[in-house]
């Protein structure tokens, strides 16, 4: 009988089946079995009935609806409720203060004291401009129980060139300056050894005014994209009415070198300053003295950014070179600089040693002391390592705080000390003890500096800071007229839109001169100038965007202290002015 394909797939499903039941017997006879087939299987369909598209409810809850009938009593409310429409809620803008270009100041106060500033700026193009400034400060003096001229000069002119380049910016300037100061300062007990009538002559032959002129032309560039970052030169004249005479010239450029994925960056210096006194200062007839001092030197360093890390190598290398008395040397200075977040912005732990060559200069010194005389010696200055280390970051976002440690060690540090009272060897104005000289010193100091700043909103803002030092020399030198603390604050105050104001004082404390009387036999000891405090305010109102009014009130205190051995300075002072801006 044949088996036809679909009988073959039956009974080949049915041994599948039957062989996958028993598969999982071990070791099991499975037998054999005769299958006989009556006869092919023919399927068939029965027959469906189709349901009905709406079947026949007989459901006794299937009940007709009923009718509901209702009413809506309307019953007016009286309303007086009206409701506003809504507006946009605008932002107040502070309107932005105008910037202007130009301005001048005067004031004047007692002590015959006029101070007045002008300055201008004027755009040419697109990229170049040119700017001048002129300003003015004197006094005609009238300090108490001063006993000659005490009234100053102080008077200077700059004009200026510039151009701001996409590559690169560049300015020059040039500049002249008149000064005018009297050596008023003479000893408490000058004269005591004279009959009155001889101490009057004699104060009445001084004449203690001294000038000094300087012209300057120097210039600055700054590339955007060179081995160039920048350069600055300036030359310097400088002069004064006793034929004393100086020129100085320096050429500072800064350039980049990229080595091994390494930036090195090199600043290099050759500063030159050449000069002679007309006279010695103990004899008139001698001759000039002069000096020629230039100075060569390179810096290299880089630096390394690790995490929170920040780390600066570097040396400084420079070559001194004495034309006049042919002394010529060689330095070598550390400058190394580390910083670490030891709380992210809130605390920052840095140190480092550094140590450079000072040049110095007549003109500096007058900057600092312009009491000196005309005769001085001249040298650089070592400042042969400066280790130091510190606490710097944030007691809040508006409080920063900086806290330093160091120690100094300075080879030849220049010092301002009295001059010993030589009348009868000169016949010089200032050889009566009423002037200064230059002494060099090697000195090592310990000092302590610490400083907050708090702005503690947008109008009020306060900072302070202290320095405290701790000197040591050579026995029997003193450290000359350096202070031992010295203490400043600040509080400046927006009291409303129109008025501002502000605070300031500062303390220094006892500093050490000397003053021998040569024409006696008597040697004194050092002298102890005593510490002082001064207090300076001002306030002022804006009256337009254009003009502003203000006063300064100086030396509140009216302390005739000594900022110099013999020198008193003025009392209290009143300074009343105007500020106004404006454009051409």
Known sequence: MKINFKNKAVIIILLF????????????????????????????????????????????????????KYSILSVPVASTFTPSKGNAQGVEKSKQERLFNNYATVGVGNYSTLNAELFVNQDLGNNDFVSAMLRHHSSQGGIKDVLLNDEFYDTALNVGYGQNNRDMRWNIELGYQNQIYNWYGLPSDFGSNLIPQDRIDLINKISPGHTYNTISLGGNLEFNESIFSKIATKFTHFSDSFSSSENRFYLKPTFKVDVMDQSINTNVIIDHVSGSFENNYFNTNTDPVKYSLTNFGIEPSFVVNENDWTLELGAGLYYALDSENSGNKFYVYPKVNASYKLVGDLMIFYTGVNGTLTQNSYADFVTENPFLSPILNMTPSSTQYNVFAGLKGKLANNVNYNVTGSYLNEKNKALFKSNDYTEGASNENYAYGNSFGVVYEDIRTFRFYAELKADFSENVTFGINGTFNSYKTDEPVEAWNLPTIKLSSNLDVNITKKWYAGLNVFYVGERKDMQRDLLSATVNGPVTLKSYFDANAHLGYKFSERLTFFLKLNNIGNQAYEKWLNYP????????????????
């Open 569 to 584: 300075v003025q009392g209290f002072q009143v300074l009343g002015g105007a500020n106004y801006k404006f454009d051409f």
């Open 17 to 68: 089946v039957f062989q996958l039941s028993f598969s999982q017997k071990k070791n099991e006879n499975i037998g054999t079995e005769t299958v006989n087939v009556v006869k092919p299987y023919s399927p068939t369909i029965s027959d469906a009935d189709k349901v009905k598209e709406t079947p026949s409810l007989d459901d006794s809850g299937n009940q007709p609806k009923e009718t509901i």
